[in-house]
């Protein structure tokens, strides 16, 4: 009687045998009864067929899920979550006790409750984020979608288990039923669980056995309208899509900025527990925490063992619904148990994936373990259903050996290995990601949450070859109070406190903190003397730091200013020159200040606070201190400067709109003894505090004051340049130095006329040199033509920058016949003439004379440097210095150098001649068209000992020419100076090669 009850109910619940198939199958020498119980076999006690391990792996990503609402967002979320969870839990256990013919009327029940929600939410729904999805029922929301996903699994396993329609009624009506679910979720939108609905769909066909002429016509189908699916796509979808593709993350609405949230709190994490003390704050820059990003969350609080904990949960649940489906007593149960197996691990796979990066964040949560009350219940019921029909197949499981054994869900094991692989390979990938980049995706993590402003460094002072500051960072213990306001406010009593040690009013200082500017992160609050700076400091008030407020000083005045030139805040040109200049930052904006900013700028320092995603300060972060930079030791002795300095003022006094310049160099080295520039200016009136009346006057003042003259002026060189023209000379004899040549008071070619300074009798080189004959240099001039003077004066470095270490150098100009007609012009024989003399198409600076008269005194071709070393303290390191060019020339400038001393002995530049030692000059006027008629240029430029050289001093004045303005007297002063100091001033601290 209890086989034919047993038989009778399955036969009432649509199984896949009739009665009279099953009685030809019955053996009565099957049945054997247990003792005592009088159960069947494999029949125990109900709670061994509760599946625990089912049921466990459940429960531990769960209560997992609940701990990390919890750690996120407090007991709000948590307690709701896991209130469902109860509910969740008991359906389960409801349904656990449950038979199987239960199976249909409640897979039809909820996915007739599905659509009619589905409908509603049409015309009754809840709306968020561009998508209605949702029911409102008090303070609860209801997602019927999460529904449909229960009530399509139970509907399509009991359509396609059942064996009493032909298989096209079946799949046409699985279809049907699909469609309708699919199609209402579609317009919510909700494209993530439509997508799963279709998944879940196909599974099923598959699981279901329906014949490959059904099902491969269908799939061609599918493959030819994929691309029409990105036509449906909202826009969030198609930027999450191209994120992936494309790897984007400029923005937090970006889903790739999304992605790399994630993966810098899974890189950030520890094995257990939190990755630091900011994983707090960090885990407020995880968008989606609660849902699409719950797995990094998770693993982000609790640690990468916890994330493991997960992934082997959702294995253990999808392989022990296999195993249900394979102890299931009809295709019914079976392919229940498989297809919710597909849909847990799909789910899995595609919410873990996309929380790595590895596949498309697709905006599915994490089953069991998302924030979701609806897809809660709805997971754990289905769950609950499972374990009813394994409990139920268990209990009553036949005596005969049924057929359909062999039509068991197709390839479900195949899915579960291949969800088994994605899953390890993914979980695997996550510790990979944290072993390899964890540092790097951490650093990335407090980068993008820190925002820091300047505390600048102390600038290198720079000194001469001796230790003497001229420019300096006066660090007088003045320093300026700044506060962050929204730490800082966050302490009611801090207003007071910082008003009271600044000396401030209580109500100024939470004025400035109240009305800080949006987006401002420090406002100043005061400036303040050492003592109370440090006072301040010591208090230790919350967003309050001292910021050290060093002004730059220049103790030698006007004397080097266009040399040393001035500091200031860095402009465009300074930004694209460093682009990596913060904003506000003081570089060197002239002179040596510019030139040699990189060495004297040092590295400033930063205070941190971190912030939010909004961008509000919550907490001060690291402080890091500045780094004074080096100190810059010149080539020049401050003595030899204020000399040159002193004696080129008195011989500018009167000439208001002319200038003047004057430098002596070593021609053994390239190294600037002293350098000076008439007019000039002084560097302290730009501060801080900036003097703008003085600035405003620079700017009006003639004679360019802001100019450094001696490298940045050019003009004609006028009887100096004989230097060269002899030298060509000697390269292309076309006089003998010895021979006499008659010279004159004029000289004439093709009807045109050129004067000597006075009438002369016949000269040879070295006389014509002394007395700057003009007639002798016109002769020669046109004996050589202007391709041997021009390639002569090349090879001593006219018309082309020295190579000082100065910024904007002027090149000069050195016209050629070729150059001068490609500008429109015509080179005359005369401009060949005048250029004997160094008149016409021709221009250089004072410091391109000095090195030519360098390199004729030695034979070598230096480059003027100004920096010496850097360094701090006592190491001082030799900064890079040109080695000097051997002319090839050099044996054949003797009668230069013999016309260079007759100058002094018995020539032009006589007032040199009480010098102690030996010395020889080329003296020299030129007409210049910028200058008044009564004012030349007027040069000098002197070489000592004449013998073994030691000093080249080059003096250009504008004006007259006579008295006080002849630069006679400068090179004299200079010189005297000079051999009076000598080995003092060559004398300086040793320096280590670079």
């Not at 849909?343 to 873990?352: H, M, P, Q, R, T």
């Not at 490298?711 to 003998?736: C, D, E, I, W, Y």
Request: proline fraction near 7%; hydrophobic fraction near 45%.
């Amino acid at each position: 009687m209890r086989l034919v009850e047993h038989v009778h109910s399955l036969r009432h619940i649509g199984g896949l045998m009739d009665w009279p198939q099953l009685r030809s199958r019955a053996s009565p020498a099957r049945i054997r009864r247990e003792p005592r119980t009088g159960r069947l076999a494999g029949g125990t006690a109900h709670g061994r067929h509760l599946d625990i391990p089912a049921v466990t792996a459940a429960l531990v990503v769960v209560g997992i899920g609940v701990a990390n609402l919890w750690a996120v967002d407090g007991a709000g979320l948590a307690v709701r979550q896991a209130l469902f969870a109860v509910v969740g839990l008991a359906l389960l256990a409801v349904l656990g006790r449950s038979r199987l013919r239960l199976l249909t009327a409640l897979g039809w029940g909820c996915y007739g409750l599905a659509l009619v929600c589905l409908v509603a939410v049409r015309f009754a729904g809840t709306s968020a984020n561009g998508a209605t999805r949702w029911i409102g029922v008090g303070a609860l929301t209801f997602q019927p979608s999460e529904l449909a996903k229960l009530g399509l699994l139970l509907v399509l396993a009991r359509v396609l288990g059942s064996a009493q329609y032909p298989w096209w009624r079946r799949f046409a009506l699985a279809l049907l039923l699909a469609l309708l679910p699919i199609t209402l979720t579609l317009a919510q939108p909700d494209l993530s669980t439509c997508s799963l609905l279709v998944a879940l769909s196909v599974a099923m066909l598959v699981l279901g056995r329906v014949p490959a002429r059904f099902l491969l016509p269908l799939l061609a189908a599918a493959a030819v309208a994929a691309p029409l699916v990105v036509g449906l796509l909202r826009p969030y979808q198609l930027t999450r899509l191209g994120s992936f593709v494309v790897g984007s993350h400029q923005s937090a609405s970006d889903a790739g900025w999304a992605v790399t949230q994630a993966r810098i709190a899974v890189g950030a994490s520890r094995l257990i527990g939190h990755g630091d003390d900011l994983t707090e704050l960090r885990a407020l820059y995880l968008p989606e925490r609660h849902t699409d990003l719950a797995a990094a969350s998770v693993v982000e609080q609790f640690g990468l063992l916890a994330g493991a904990a997960v992934v082997v949960a959702a294995l253990v649940l999808v392989w022990r619904l296999v195993l249900a489906a394979r102890a299931a007593r009809d295709t019914q149960g079976a392919l229940v148990a498989s297809g919710l197996a597909v849909l847990l691990g799909v789910e899995a796979v595609v919410s873990l994936g996309g929380n790595l990066g590895l596949l498309p964040l697709a905006g599915v949560p994490f089953p069991l373990l998302s924030y979701g009350g609806t897809a809660l219940v709805v997971h754990l019921s289905a769950l609950g259903v499972v374990v009813g029909l394994r409990r139920d197949g268990i209990r009553r499981r036949l005596w005969v050996q049924t057929s359909w054994r062999a039509r068991r869900p197709r390839w479900a094991r195949v899915v579960a290995l291949s969800i088994t692989a994605l899953l390890v390979g993914f979980g695997s990938y996550g510790g990979y990601l944290r072993a390899t980049d964890g540092p790097v995706l951490a650093a990335a993590g407090t980068d993008q949450m820190s925002r820091c402003f300047r505390l600048p460094a102390l600038r290198g002072e720079i000194t001469d070859r001796h230790g003497t500051p001229v420019a300096a960072s006066a660090d007088d213990g003045r320093a300026r109070v700044v506060a962050v306001p929204a730490l800082t406010r966050a302490d009611p009593a801090a207003a007071a406190r910082l008003a009271s040690l600044t000396g401030q009013p209580t109500a100024a200082v939470r004025a400035a903190l109240e009305t800080a500017p949006a987006g401002v992160l420090a406002v100043p609050v005061a400036d303040v003397a050492a003592p109370v700076a440090a006072a301040v400091s010591r208090a230790a008030i919350s967003g309050v730091t001292v910021v050290p407020a060093p002004r730059r000083s220049y103790p030698a005045g006007t004397a080097l200013g266009p040399l040393l030139g001035f500091t200031g805040t860095a402009t465009p040109a300074e930004q694209r020159r460093w682009p990596r200049l913060p904003t506000g930052e003081v570089v060197g904006r002239s002179g040596l200040e510019q030139q040699y900013d990189a060495v004297l700028r040092g590295i400033d320092g930063q205070q941190c606070v971190y912030v939010n995603p909004v961008g509000q300060p919550v907490a001060t972060g690291p402080h890091t201190d500045p780094t004074p930079g080096a100190n810059l030791r010149l080539s020049l002795d401050l003595g030899l400067q204020r000399v040159l300095d002193t004696s080129l003022a008195q011989a500018m006094r009167g000439q208001p709109r002319r200038s003047g310049a004057a430098v002596a160099i070593d021609p053994r080295t390239g190294q600037v003894l002293a350098l000076s520039s008439v007019p000039n200016y002084d560097a302290n009136v730009y501060g801080p505090p900036v003097d703008n009346a003085a600035l405003s006057k620079l700017a009006t003042a003639a004679g360019s004051p802001m100019r450094e003259h001696t490298a940045q002026s050019a003009v004609p060189p006028g009887s100096t340049f004989k230097l060269v023209v002899s030298t060509a000379n000697q390269l292309h004899p076309k006089l003998p130095p010895g021979l006499a040549v008659p010279t004159g008071a004029s000289y004439t070619l093709g009807g045109h006329t050129f004067n000597n300074w006075r009438p002369m009798g016949p000269m040879n080189l070295p006389q014509a040199l002394a007395w700057s004959n003009d007639v002798y240099f016109y002769k020669l001039a046109t004996l050589l033509g202007p391709d041997a003077m021009i390639d002569t004066a090349r090879a001593l470095g006219v018309g082309q920058r020295t190579g000082i270490d100065l910024p904007s150098e002027s090149p000069g100009y050195l016209g050629t016949p070729a150059s001068v007609r490609a500008d429109g012009g015509t080179w005359y024989p005369g401009s060949t003439v005048i250029l004997g003399i160094g008149q016409g198409y021709l221009t250089t600076t004072p410091l391109q004379v000095a090195r030519w008269t360098a390199a004729v005194a030695t034979g070598r071709l230096v480059t003027p440097r100004v920096g010496l070393a850097s360094g701090t303290g006592n190491a001082w390191t030799a900064l890079p210095d040109p080695s000097a060019a051997q002319l090839p020339f050099a044996g054949a400038l003797g009668p230069i150098r013999d016309g260079l001393r007759a100058a002094v002995t018995d020539g032009t530049a006589g007032r040199l001649a009480d010098l102690p030692v030996a010395v020889g000059a080329k003296t020299g006027t030129a007409q210049d068209g910028s200058l008044p008629a009564d004012s030349y240029d007027n040069w000098i430029t002197a070489v000592a000992p004449i013998q073994d050289p030691s000093l080249v001093v080059t003096v250009l004045t504008q004006g007259p020419g006579q008295g006080e303005n002849n630069p006679g007297p400068v090179a004299h002063d200079l010189l005297a100076y000079y051999l009076a100091h000598q080995s003092e001033i060559h004398d300086s601290s040793p320096v280590q090669q670079p």
